[in-house]
């Protein structure tokens, strides 16, 4: 089965950049994908297909992928973007999502 | 504007069974895919099925199938989630998600939630 797996948490001061990870065997030859859910809220798409941003999403989000790792940094991070982050991939046809367990990021 | 609205949910007993649906407007709802995700109290999101914009590809995940159906009506912008024998287990907010190729979700409805309880 695939799994993608996340960090439980991630801390960072304002202003500084913040690095999620996200690592699955799925993610070598399947896009990956990034929401944004803050609480009592419905998730957003913050990236997809690795590195391409949804217009409307600030420019200090962005994503990159190697290998079986994707990663989302934000840089010069804000205390708005404290919230959970999850990634989310397919398996090699399409027909199955996989999330990840989700990372929250925490703005000290 | 995509908008996507998801009916009321509810408490449902063990073994009950309860249909969802998600109101879609603001695009053209037959070429896209459409999508459920559902989240557990205080637990990560878990894909639940997909359905594409002409019903001939349906997918579910592994622990809903048998018990959940997916389904559309293009000519009301309507996607449902027919859910039968519920668990405990299935307790969760579940989300209506419009999908781009199958692989990923870039709008989604604010969501509804479902207890399974006696």
């Known amino acids: 089965s695939y799994e993608l797996t996340q960090p439980p948490s991630v801390s960072v001061s304002p202003g500084q950049t913040a690095k999620i990870t996200c690592s699955g065997d799925?993610?070598?030859?399947?896009?990956g994908y990034w929401y944004q859910q803050k609480p009592g809220q419905a998730p957003v798409l913050m990236i997809y297909?690795?590195?391409e941003r949804p217009s409307g999403i600030p420019e200090r989000f962005s994503g990159s992928g190697s290998g079986t790792t994707v990663t989302l940094t934000i840089s010069g991070v804000q205390a708005e973007d404290e919230a959970d982050y999850y990634c989310?991939?397919?398996?090699?046809?399409?027909?199955?999502?996989?999330f990840g367990g989700g990372t929250k990021l925490t703005v000290l | 504007e995509v908008q996507l609205v998801e009916s009321r949910g509810g408490l449902v007993k063990p073994g009950g069974s309860l249909r969802l649906s998600c109101a879609a407007s603001?695009?053209?709802?037959?070429?896209?895919?459409m999508n459920w995700v559902r989240q557990a109290p205080g637990e990560g999101l878990e894909w639940v099925s997909s359905?594409?914009?002409?019903?001939?590809?349906?997918y579910y995940a592994d622990s809903m199938k048998g018990r959940f159906t997916i389904s559309r009506d293009n000519a009301k912008n309507l996607v449902f989630l027919q859910m039968n024998n519920l668990r405990p287990e299935d307790t969760a907010v579940y989300y209506c998600?419009?999908?781009?190729?199958?692989?990923?979700?870039?709008?989604w409805g604010q969501g509804t939630l479902v207890t399974v309880s006696s």
């Open positions: 998600a419009r999908g781009q190729t199958y692989e990923y979700f870039d709008y």
């Open positions: 603001g695009f053209t709802f037959s070429s896209y895919s």
């Open positions: 359905i594409s914009g002409l019903s001939n590809y349906i």
């Open positions: 799925a993610l070598s030859n399947q896009y």
């Open positions: 297909k690795d590195n």
């Open positions: 989310q991939s397919t398996d090699s046809s399409a027909t199955y999502v996989i």
